[in-house]
């Protein structure tokens, strides 16, 4: 498959270097000769220098010849216009745009066809469901949702005080007393798909697969306190906190924003007439203390610069908030942000590549493609919800029975209303979704691919 890129920044780059790992024929459109160079160096591409919105520029990166355009530039306008001028000289190209002004959602959706576009990116209205997900859930470092809602893998730590200490697998359940799996653990910085006999360790991450309704039962009976976050505090005023204002007012929490900029405050406030808009430095230690921060249910830290919102998190988890929340352009070393109280990470960049990637592998792979697809364990492990068609190899047959391929972990299987965690008498039937958990290098394009 032929796909071009317009656009070599944090959201382009992190695509190439997945998209040429998958084997993908890969053209870098973007105006800086430089960072083209260094993309050229360390991936398998082909670059073009030139502006992505031309006509000449889209013809030398072979737009005639393309599959899939995605517009990740820094600009909206660009992106839109990139997507129409490429579609307007390849009418079967399908094309994907970056879309982050707030102003434009409403019209890209109606117009969507006049753009011609075939999918909208927002990483930040995206980070900002992420986020209200997590506040309802505070017991969990991350939640992942598969079948409609009814199936979740969620993200806890092992401390040296959990229950779950030096615990092997296969005595979780008389323990957390309901059905759950332990698909993925972290470990070291190393990810790792464990058998019944793996004993959990303290600092271990794990990743554990779990009808929606079991999520309460597991949190309580683990001893994790949780308590409805009635008050957030959120630190920045960019986009994604504008998202995550306006979810969280719906949802009846009282919100109050610290933003520094005089008038970002004035259009805030326009904007979200029912939160508590403040004019202040989040920097400032004691302009959070005066807005009464141990007062809060939760900070999140959404301001542009990735040191400052570690900093509020670290004091914050310190001053005793209950929850915290981090939002990082970058994330870096791991295994620095791991010995860190950072509570929750959130990379809108990621969030942003693992939708573009999903659309690709299914563009490949029209019959039995991933329905979505989720990078967990620090993107080790890839977690993949699929819809069991007529094509579906093995329908009926028991997993006992079956061979699948190595690494790969079938972690729950919908039967309609209804999520199993399976056994090896289980069954999947046409018309029931599966998540299917992976550690290997191999890519699995579609559902058959999971069998040997």
Sequence with gaps: MNIIIAGD????????????????????????NSVLQTSMERYDVIAVHGNCAS??????????????????????????????TAHGLNPKLHTIARIR?????????????????????????????????LLKYPGFLRRDIFAKGRTEIVEL???????????????????????????????????????????????????????TENLTVLLKNLGIITRRVRKV????????????????KKAGIQVRLI?????RCQELNDLLPDAQIVHGDCSDLEVLESEGLTDFDALVALTGRDELNMILSLYAAGQGVPQVITK?????????????????????KELCCNNIV???????????????????????????????DENTNHCGVPLKQLKPRPNVLIASITHGSRTEIPNGDSMFHQGDTLVVVTSGRGVIHQINDIFA
Excluded: W
């Design 157 to 211: 730590r092992v401390d040296e005080a959990s229950k779950l200490c030096n615990v092997p697998l296969m005595e979780m359940a008389g323990i957390v007393k309901c059905r759950v799996l332990v698909c993925a653990v972290l470990r070291d910085g190393t990810a790792m798909v464990p058998r019944g006999n793996f004993v959990l360790q303290a600092g271990d991450r794990i990743f554990v697969t779990a009808p």
């Design 259 to 263: 933003e520094a900029d005089y008038n």
């Design 9 to 32: 920044g944090r959201v382009g780059s992190t695509l190439a270097r997945q998209l040429s790992a998958e084997g993908y024929d890969l053209t870098l459109i973007d105006s800086n």
């Design 358 to 388: 999903r659309y690709v592998r299914a563009m490949q792979n029209q019959t039995g493609a991933a329905v979505s697809v989720h990078a967990i364990a620090d993107g080790q492990v890839e977690a993949m919800e699929f819809l069991v």
């Design 55 to 84: 006509m000449a520029t889209l013809r030398q990166a072979g737009v005639m010849d393309a599959d899939l355009l995605i517009a990740a530039t820094s600009a909206d306008e660009v992106n839109l216009l990139c997507c129409s």
């Design 328 to 348: 990082l352009a970058e994330v870096g070393s791991r295994g620095v942000i791991d010995s860190l109280s950072l509570g929750s990470v959130i990379c809108p």
């Design 101 to 133: 002004n707030p102003e434009y959602i409403d019209q890209i959706y109606e117009m969507r066809d006049t753009f011609g576009l075939s999918m909208a990116i927002n990483p930040e209205k995206q980070a900002a469901t992420e986020i209200e997900r």
């Design 233 to 248: 505090m959120l630190c920045g005023g960019g986009r994604v906190c504008y998202y995550l204002a306006s979810q969280l």
